[in-house]
């Protein structure tokens, strides 16, 4: 059973201050992560996708992967109310695969 | 930007009867995807398709669900007979390829009465 490990939260920051999301997977062989927000009520938007190990930045959002580890984080700087959302964590098994498993998603609010 | 469409955004069904989820997924992605997500709970994978035949589905996927690209722009999902635990949110997907990020449409709402 492939999964994908996230803290359901809800986890409280300050406007302003750097929101750090984590995540862990199961399947050392997976290839593909993404981050997707999901306001209550909508559907997930797709925010970071990152392949390769280390650091990719997009704005206020930093994707950070460490296969060795089988884990992967989502920065989120300068925080903002509206940023206040779920975070899930979806990974790619790997070749041969198209499906994407999501975690339960973890829940910011970002506190003004 | 191009989007996903899904049609109806809410669907109110009688246990035992057919519901039919319409899709239109973004024009120049090849692969397609149903999850769905129970209140509360994950959102989980049901079908995916590509080169107009399923190219993988998952446990939940049984023989009460079948998918079809109609026509150019359609993708649906069928539901034969539903259960009240088929009540959900049912997501469409698309993507580029098959390592590529998936886009959401905004999900039609099941509830089975």
């Known amino acids: 059973q492939k999964e994908v490990e996230q803290n359901s939260g809800p986890l409280s920051v300050p406007e302003g201050a750097i929101a750090s999301l984590n995540c862990t997977y199961s399947?050392?062989?997976?290839?593909?992560f993404f981050w997707y927000r999901q306001y209550s009520g909508k559907s997930p938007e797709l925010i970071m996708f990152?392949?390769?190990?280390g650091d990719k930045e997009d704005g206020r959002f930093t994707a950070q992967l460490n296969k060795a580890s089988q884990y992967v984080s989502l920065l989120i700087r300068d925080s903002q109310p509206s940023d206040s959302a779920t975070y899930l964590c979806?990974?790619?098994?790997?070749?041969?695969?198209?499906?994407?498993?999501f975690g339960i998603g973890t829940k910011l609010q970002v506190i003004p | 930007e191009p989007e996903v469409t899904q049609t109806p955004s809410h669907q109110v069904t009688q246990m035992g009867q057919e519901v039919i989820l319409r899709c239109v997924p973004i024009?120049?992605?090849?692969?397609f995807y149903w999850y769905r997500q129970i209140l509360g709970q994950k959102v989980e994978f049901l079908v995916s398709?590509?080169?107009?035949?399923?190219?993988?589905k998952s446990e939940i996927f049984d023989d009460q669900f079948s998918v079809e690209r109609p026509d150019g722009s359609n993708f649906t999902l069928k539901i034969r007979s539903t259960k009240l635990e088929d009540s959900a949110m049912y997501f469409c997907?698309?993507?580029?390829?098959?390592?590529?990020?998936?886009?959401f449409g905004d999900g039609t709402r099941l509830s089975i009465l």
């Open positions: 997907a698309s993507s580029a390829s098959n390592n590529q990020p998936q886009h």
């Open positions: 399947d050392r062989g997976s290839q593909s």
């Open positions: 990152i392949y390769s190990n």
């Open positions: 979806a990974v790619n098994p790997g070749e041969g695969y198209q499906k994407v498993t």
């Open positions: 024009s120049n992605h090849l692969y």
């Open positions: 398709f590509y080169n107009n035949e399923i190219s993988e």
